[in-house]
Every structure is written in C-alpha cells, then in structure tokens.
C-alpha cells in the first residue's frame, strides 16, 4: 500500500468498515466505542446494529461485565462478538490495551483488526473514530462495494 495513494487507502478502509458493518447488522456484532460522537460516526456510515459506548457513567468493571453477558465469549462457530475501535491516539490505545485485557480475562475473543486497518489507512486524515463522519464520501462508495459483492455471492 502506498502511504501517499489516498483512493488506495480510502479503499481498503471502506472495505474494512463494510464488512464491519455487515457484521454488526446481519450478526450482532457489536461495535464498542470511546463515546457518543463515535457512535453518531458510525451511525452516519451505516451502521444499524449494537454500538456500546464506554463512557456512559459506570465503571471500567462494571461495563466489561455488561459486556460478557450481553455478548458473550465468541459465537457458535468461534468468531468474535465485537470489536474495540477506541481512537487511534494515547488515550485511545491506553483504553484499547484496558479494555482488551478485562475482557480476555472473561475469555472474550475480541476483533481488533477493523482499528489496525483503520490506523494504518486513515492515519494522515484522522487519528479519531468521530471523524469517520465527516470522511462518508469517500468511504461509503467502497462499503457498498462490500455489500454489493455479498448480495452476488448469496445468488
């Protein structure tokens, strides 16, 4: 991937968020997030599923126990039942590693790859899961892409 390439970039992030997206609509799949303006972002881009956001009032705890038993360890063939996006900066990746680690220890299989692509992709644009909003025209056209390829295999 060419640093410098943004339609490149812009591609495989949309992609990423796509699939993500599918995810969260037709499994369940939720998304967790710093706050309610991520949540507004990715409502914005098309997400209709579970978006849990972390700071609601309660206790790091007493949230990663919500977490457990709304959602459980992993699905019933083994894959994740969310994902961590907390932004990309300090506190998102101290939150990140926090988080992560109270969930392991509930044996909570956790999908971390849609905020390793995001980072590397959108790393010049933005550093922050709010921003996600403002960047819908040049993902989205590369997230229908993903859903239009589903529909095809499906027929």
């Given amino acids: 991937m060419d640093p410098t390439n943004s339609i490149e970039r812009f591609e495989i ?4 968020l796509g699939e993500a997206r599918h995810r969260n609509r037709e499994d369940g799949f939720a998304i967790i997030v710093e706050g309610p303006r991520d949540k507004a972002a990715l409502l914005r881009l098309g997400f209709e599923g ?3 956001v972390v700071n ?3 206790g790091m ?7 457990y038993e709304t959602y459980g360890t992993r699905t019933s063939d083994r894959k994740s ?3 961590l996006l907390m932004d990309w900066d300090r506190t998102g990746g101290k939150l990140q590693a926090n988080l992560r680690r109270r969930l392991e220890s509930f044996d909570v299989l956790i999908d971390e790859d849609l905020r ?4 590397k992709t959108l790393k010049p644009e933005t550093r922050v899961v709010e921003s996600l909003g403002g960047l819908v025209g040049a993902l989205a056209p590369h997230m229908e892409i993903e859903a239009t390829l589903r529909q095809e295999e499906k027929v």
């Fill in 81 to 83: 039942t969310m994902t």
């Fill in 13 to 16: 992030a949309g992609k990423a």
């Fill in 61 to 67: 705890d007493r949230f990663t126990a919500y977490l």
């Fill in 116 to 119: 390793k692509v995001l980072m």
């Fill in 50 to 52: 579970p978006i849990e």
């Fill in 56 to 58: 609601r009032g309660w």
